[in-house]
């Protein structure tokens, strides 16, 4: 399949492309869009075949349920119930962090496929702050099932470039509406009452959406421990997975243990510590603002900085995926190195990151 690529330059009239990537939508095709976080590959989310199409373009497994982009707040009563209890803590999530990074998980409405939800009782429901994402929600009409435009596993993509390598061939439509704001994937809520009967929301991934932005506003609480024989076959994945016949229960996201992986092996390493180094390999590294002990050890064969000069954490989380795959893509670097982060707002969703990245493979000479 010929994968097109139409770009949105603000100084032109690109009405045409909304429409057409409606229309793709409404005929059941895949299209990826762009969002402040990172690109999507959309679905009309009422449409089963086509977001089971989803699963398939991306190897996703069929337990791993998909976000539901809607184009306003209100629109969360088309998709979801939202309980009486619960009703004044989601208005004031939505009003404080909607359009935005952050995606609530609340009891589903019957007309959401069970394919969206991967057959939970829950639908995860976003309205992303990106113009494009939003036109092409209100011409289709119908919430948007996206998850990130990147094979399973992979790095997420925040430029229209990285979903071309990503799904290049597969799907008919790329909108480029230039690079990610935020760079990272929204924050992952579901609003619950704690055991002291006060509305709180379980934190199921961590994102541009901090605990220190949420924690004014009501307790933030960990998701439900998943069992280690339910994490095993979760790290085991897709294919092993298939081939044993077992489909495990649906569980919280983020908790598959090797995610946003590049294909080489990734290590962290503090600032302030010595790497060492194995003969005969090559090594990149990614430092917060290059001036670190570990920045300043002369071995590097590459070095990409996330932030350099004052050294700004949003930024870092803007650049963060970007230098990922440029490392990955990189022929002469074999192995990634990451400098550890401050683990305080945004640092902590990267760090999240980081560390998924880095339960891959490890070095080998
Ligand atoms: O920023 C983002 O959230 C991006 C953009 C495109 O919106 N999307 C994204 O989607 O990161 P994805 O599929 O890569 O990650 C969504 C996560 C998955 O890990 C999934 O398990 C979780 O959301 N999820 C979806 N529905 C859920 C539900 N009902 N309960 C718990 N987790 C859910
Ligand atoms: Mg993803």
Not at 82 to 88: F, G, I, K, N, R
Not at 215 to 229: A, L
Request: aromatic content about 4%; proline content about 7%.
């Amino acid at each position: 399949m010929e994968t097109r690529v139409l770009q949105i330059d603000p100084l032109e009239d690109v009405r045409y492309i909304y429409q057409q990537a409606a229309n793709l939508l409404a005929e059941g095709e895949l299209v990826a869009l762009p969002t402040e976080t990172v690109y999507g590959l959309g679905a009309d989310a009422f449409n089963a075949e086509a977001v089971a199409r989803i699963f398939e373009v991306k190897e996703r497994p069929s337990f791993d349920p998909l976000i539901c982009h809607i184009s306003r707040a209100r629109d969360i009563y088309e998709i979801a119930e939202v309980p009486e209890a619960l009703q004044d803590i989601v208005t004031e999530l939505t009003m404080k962090f909607w359009p935005g990074a952050m995606t609530l998980v609340l009891p589903k409405k019957d007309c959401v496929p069970d394919v969206v939800t991967s057959g939970l009782p829950t639908v995860a429901c976003r309205v992303s702050s990106n113009d494009v994402m939003r036109r092409v929600l209100r011409l289709l009409g119908s919430p948007i099932a996206a998850p990130s435009a990147n094979i399973f596993g992979h790095i997420s993509p925040t430029c229209a470039a990285a979903v071309v390598t990503e799904l290049g061939g597969r799907i008919p439509l790329i909108v480029d509406g230039g690079a990610c704001a935020e760079g990272l994937e929204s924050t992952i809520l579901e609003p619950c009452i704690d055991e002291k009967g006060n509305p709180a929301v379980r934190m199921l991934r961590e994102g541009p959406v901090t605990r220190e932005m949420l924690r004014p506003i009501c307790r933030v609480i960990r998701p439900k421990k998943v069992s280690g024989r339910q994490k095993a076959l979760l790290a085991a994945a897709t294919d092993e997975l298939k081939e044993a016949g077992e489909e495990p229960a649906p569980v919280a996201p983020g908790q598959l243990l090797c995610h946003y992986a590049p294909s080489k092996p990734l290590v962290l390493c503090a600032p302030r510590d010595k790497f060492e180094l194995t003969e005969g390999l090559r090594y990149g590294l990614i430092s917060y603002q290059g001036e670190s002990k570990l920045a300043m050890q002369g071995c590097w064969d590459e070095m990409l900085v996330l932030s350099p000069g004052n050294g700004r954490m949003t930024e870092a989380a803007i650049r963060l995926f970007a230098m990922m795959r440029t490392m990955d893509e990189n022929e002469e670097i074999d192995v990634i190195v990451v400098e550890e982060l401050t683990e305080g707002g945004i640092g902590c969703a990267m760090m999240d990151r980081l560390r998924r990245a880095s339960a891959g493979r490890a070095p080998k000479a």
